[in-house]
């Protein structure tokens, strides 16, 4: 469709007749478009729309068709739900035991212990004994603590070693850099909350080589060795 037309993305004219499903449309339109910084004229091009067309849908004289709700919230980089005006679900706060199964990643294994999408990640962690050797000393932007509640955990914080038993519990800046073993022969069993949203179970900073490949940049470790 090119600008100036009066029918949709998919080459057909909306509807004039009113919908009561749709009756959000108009205002969110004409807020999201405010909201953009942008003019009719200018909105209506990038939505290869005319501008008198744009104007009928944001005075709900006009109702757009589904194709032309998709392409017009990705002009305002939004979603249709938005457009419409639903409001998202409250996260649920509970975590039930035996809700999401077990993952592992390098032999460690993860179980989680919060809700997703919130600014911070809990996770119940199994250590196992005898791989600390081989992972990397990591370095990342955000927060971490943690609490041991099984085993001897040893935890490296810069040049500095700690020993933790069952109770205690540990809390650093991730740009420190860190690395975390199990001292004992069953390995060690935590608990962890990180604020990395972008990372996945099986790329946690705790073990694992693969990593998830992150949302923001990641400052390169000064040192990147081995203890």
């Not at 091009?45 to 032309?68: C, N």
């Not at 990705?74 to 035991?97: F, K, M, N, Q, W």
Request: net charge negative; with cysteine.
């Amino acid at each position: 469709m090119t600008p100036g037309s009066d029918t949709g993305p998919d080459g057909t004219a909306g509807t004039d007749e009113p919908a009561d499903e749709l009756t959000a449309v108009a205002p969110q339109l004409r807020d999201l478009r405010r909201r953009a910084g942008l003019t009719l004229e200018a909105a209506a091009a990038r939505a290869r729309l005319s501008p008198a067309h744009l104007s009928r849908l944001e005075t709900g004289r006009r109702q757009p068709s589904l194709p032309l709700l998709l392409g017009l919230a990705r002009t305002y980089g939004t979603t249709v739900s938005e457009l419409l005006g639903e409001t998202p679900a409250a996260a649920d706060p509970i975590v039930r035991a035996g809700g999401p199964g077990a993952r592992e990643a390098d032999g460690w294994t993860y179980w989680q212990a919060g809700g997703s999408g919130r600014g911070m990640q809990a996770l119940r962690v199994h250590v196992p004994h005898g791989r600390s050797q081989d992972e990397l000393v990591r370095v990342h932007p955000g927060e971490e603590w943690l609490y041991v509640l099984d085993g001897r955990l040893r935890l490296h914080l810069g040049e500095a070693e700690h020993l933790l038993e069952p109770g205690d519990s540990a809390h650093f800046d991730s740009l420190t850099p860190h690395r975390i073993g199990a001292a004992s022969s069953g390995g060690a069993d935590l608990l962890f909350v990180h604020t990395l949203l972008q990372s996945s179970l099986a790329g946690l900073c705790l073990g694992g080589a693969t990593t998830a490949a992150p949302t923001t940049p990641t400052p390169t470790p000064t040192t990147t060795h081995h203890r």
